[in-house]
């Protein structure tokens, strides 16, 4: 892998500023505000960073890169898309349990929902999300998608995926916002009190851990080389014609594969490489 | 050009929304706030969001997808640069005047600088934005710097200042936030009144303007194709040996270019090639 090291800096970078992140969401809710529980009161409504932070945020960026890990090379590429699948499934999930809990906080004290660019922007984003997440479910992980839609749809797939998770990113910075001018009022939030700068540092802390994962993702040689797969998927039985290059097998012991296999299946990935080069090597 | 009907719709539409943005942008000051004049109050502060959104985001949105416009093809390469340099210099004095309206508003109504999140990533933009424009002016336009340093510092400078941009959207979001918050009060922000409405579909608009302009920079077959370059940058009078391919006429009259200064150049450009790839069209 081209800049190893350098990629291992930068995981390692973007791994401590995560758990920093959800450590710092932590150490807000219990230092300087009311805790966590599901009361109706404001600690329910902490439950949304804490879980915005840990899913929506942490979560969704290992997901993001998490074919991009030069170790899981060897796994299969359909194992990876589990992968994948499985961790933004999470995120989705805590996602909208984040929202039940600032729904019913808002229910509980008769605050009005859906009224700020927050909601608007961050309930579109969960939607998007989920689209994305069904979509991507739908046409790369099940093996009923025509190999030609795959191609097409995998570089929206890509995009989409990178812009909901800087949206959610911008959404979480509002939210941080309103919940230090609402919070803070004596002393006030302009008078920079600890949490103000607290809370200030873990919004930088999480622009900079979404800055790490999008470079990380977007470094075209540090993309997952398709040479790595170990079988053609070929759901008909028929000549592999399309852009899907995956594995049969879910594990990661592929390595004693026998070079004929490996020949053959170099031939059919020479015959791939045009149309997968358009659907997802040159799209980010 | 691969898909330019697609191109043009998107490209249009991107122009609409940057206009209708900025026409949102002097309705909000015009009609719902105080407008704009330059005495300390609040219709000073009111050139913050109008110089941000017009220059920042729209004007920088326009400099970030000028190469990509396929009608300045025909024109050097130098030109472009200068286009793309001259629009992101007003964007950054715009940016500049704008945060003086901001601490001179704070300063003449006693109201701390600097203590809000929008404050720290806000002037850290601009900060980067400045830095991004000093070092792509010397490193890319200026005729010193080694093609090996230009293609080493091309992915770094698409990647920083499409991040840039996309931060600055983030802040502009989380300003209209705090404004909306600090200006609504009877009737409240909560109460979601018709100002409400209004600002919060300026921030949608800003958001898929910003969507539409990230979708134009990062598709591999809008790039600006190196073929329709007309010289070859030689400073030194040599064999060109790097990544930058750049036109010495600063006009889009080179259409009547001789064969055999095509295929000289064609040569070069071979040469050129691999570098070319790593510095530049891989990257995003």
């Given at each position: 892998m081209e800049g190893y090291w350098l990629f291992l800096v930068l995981l390692v970078s973007a791994l401590l500023l995560g758990f920093l992140s959800v450590l710092f969401a932590l150490v807000w809710v219990f230092h300087y505000r009311e805790g966590l529980s599901w009361d109706g009161g404001s600690a329910e409504f902490n439950w949304h960073p804490v879980l915005i932070i840990t899913g929506f945020i942490f979560i969704q960026g290992i997901a993001i890169i998490v074919y991009r890990l030069p170790w899981t090379w060897k796994c299969s590429k359909l194992l990876i898309k589990f992968i994948h699948a499985g961790l933004n499934t999470i995120a989705m999930i805590l996602a909208i349990v984040s929202l039940v809990a600032v729904f019913d906080f808002h229910n509980a004290k008769n605050i009005p929902n859906m009224y700020s660019l927050h909601s608007w922007i961050g309930l579109t984003a969960v939607i998007f999300y989920t689209?994305?997440?069904?979509?991507?479910f739908a046409v790369f992980l099940l093996p009923f998608a025509p190999v030609s839609l795959r191609a097409s749809l995998m570089p929206i797939h890509i995009y989409s995926g990178l812009l909901i998770f800087a949206t959610v990113i911008a959404t979480a910075l509002m939210g941080v916002t309103e919940k230090l001018i609402f919070a803070l009022k004596t002393p006030a939030y302009s008078t920079s009190p600890p949490e103000a700068i607290f809370v200030n540092t873990l919004g930088l802390l999480i622009v900079i851990f979404g800055a790490l994962i999008l470079w990380m993702a977007t470094r075209p040689h540090w993309k997952r080389p398709p040479e790595q797969n170990s079988k053609i998927q070929?759901?008909?039985g028929g000549t592999p014609e399309g852009t899907e290059e995956e594995s049969t097998v879910t594990?990661?012991?592929?390595?004693?594969?026998?070079?004929?296999?490996?020949?053959?299946?170099?031939a059919a990935r020479k015959r791939n490489l045009k149309l997968d080069e358009v659907g997802?090597?040159?799209t980010m």
């Open positions: 689209l994305q997440l069904v979509l991507g070929q759901p008909n594990d990661c012991s592929n390595t004693d594969k026998s070079d004929v296999e490996f020949n053959s299946e170099a997802q090597r040159s």
